[in-house]
């Protein structure tokens, strides 16, 4: 069967002729890359410099998933096919015999795993393709291009003849991200002013894992190393704060690793504060998740190796903000326990046999 994945390009600063495009063979891959410039149509779509990047590839499949891709180019979903009734209420365009209205698309999940990973495999030999070339261009012709090359996608598609192409069924993902807006009550503005007034600043470690966060869908790599960053400055703060003696050796000595200094030295700092009378170590899921964190960002450092897929990055990321802030309760600020996240209090609550009255309550202070 044919593939291709068309990509925007984020503007690589070069010049081509519009009648020729840029062709290029990988020919591990068995994929051809064209690069060409936006048409009259396209160019009062996107900004000025964005390129067309088309990945084009054969690749063998099961009959079942040439089966399957068959009936979806007719709009129909597999043989045997049905929605549970809460997916009827999400996807209307699909009827009770797995017909899918004209001009609608279905996303992947919603077929045999299988079907997935096939088209996942797919899409990303094409995708990497594309990124690899437009990397090695920037590169080669010394231009200072937006980190990220991809503008934009209109899919992956296929076709069983490579003349007539069809849409794919797509990787369909969304994060909705809630944003409490807590107010500013009488206490936090007093606190807010005697912070003004004694010279608090926000601690670096915070300031660095918003810049991580921002960067986690757009730069994943950067907000791995960053992030790690984040937790590492947030640990040496605070022995500073709680040991200033031992400041200059946090800052200067190479320490153990920072999974290990969770594990076995925080519960030794005279903390200000302290949870039912101990100075805990993170929760096991928070230790492990900045220990898989640590591990890879060295190996992306040392070897180049990938970055966490998106929901693993995500859980290192949250797993370091709740590190920062059980690290500012120890600090004395005690109203940061409340900014962890109720799985990961709960979590607390059991490994350590605290006192708890509520499944979300805070853990109570000793």
Excluded at 10 to 24: A, D, H, K, S
Excluded at 84 to 105: C, H, L, M, N
Excluded at 128 to 149: D, F, V
């Amino acid at each position: 069967m044919y593939f291709k994945l068309v990509l925007y390009l984020n503007p690589l600063f070069i010049t081509m002729r519009q009648e020729q495009p840029v062709c290029l063979v990988i020919d591990e891959t068995d994929t051809t890359v064209e690069i060409r410039q936006v048409n009259d149509e396209e160019r009062q779509r996107f900004p000025a410099g964005v390129l067309v990047c088309t990945a084009s590839t054969q690749q063998e499949a099961t009959l079942d998933i040439r089966e399957m891709l068959a009936r979806y180019s007719e709009n129909l979903m597999p043989t045997g096919f049905k929605l549970t009734k809460e997916q009827e209420k999400e996807f209307t365009q699909i009827d009770s015999a797995g017909r899918i209205q004209p001009g609608y698309g279905v996303p992947r999940m919603l077929f045999p795993k299988p079907f997935q990973e096939f088209l996942a495999e797919v899409h990303h030999k094409l995708s990497e393709s594309i990124k690899r070339t437009a990397k090695l261009i920037r590169w080669r012709m010394g231009t200072n291009s937006s980190h990220n090359p991809v503008h934009s996608s209109l899919g992956l598609a296929y076709s069983h003849d490579g003349e007539a192409w069809h849409g794919a069924p797509g990787d369909v993902h969304a994060e909705i991200e809630v944003r409490p807006c807590p107010r500013v009550s009488t206490k936090i503005q007093s606190e807010l002013n005697a912070f003004l007034n004694g010279n608090e600043i926000e601690p670096l470690g915070h300031e660095l894992f918003l810049e991580a966060w921002a960067l986690r869908t757009s730069n994943p790599r950067s907000a791995l190393v960053i992030g790690i960053a984040a937790a590492e400055v947030g640990f040496k703060q605070c022995i500073g704060t709680l040991v200033p003696d031992a400041e200059w050796l946090a800052n200067n000595v190479p320490s153990p690793q920072l999974y290990t200094m969770l594990s076995e030295y925080l519960p030794q700092l005279p903390a200000k504060l302290k949870i039912e009378g101990g100075v805990l170590k993170p929760p096991k899921s928070i230790r492990t998740a900045i220990k898989k964190g640590g591990e890879a960002r060295n190996s992306l450092a040392h070897r180049g190796a990938e970055p966490p897929d998106r929901y693993e990055l995500k859980n290192i990321l949250l797993s370091i903000r709740d590190l920062l802030y059980l690290l500012d309760y120890y600090c004395g600020f005690e109203w940061a326990l409340e900014y962890l996240r109720d799985e990961t209090r709960e979590e607390m609550v059991e490994e350590f046999d605290l006192k708890s009255t509520k499944p979300y309550s805070v853990i109570e202070l000793g």
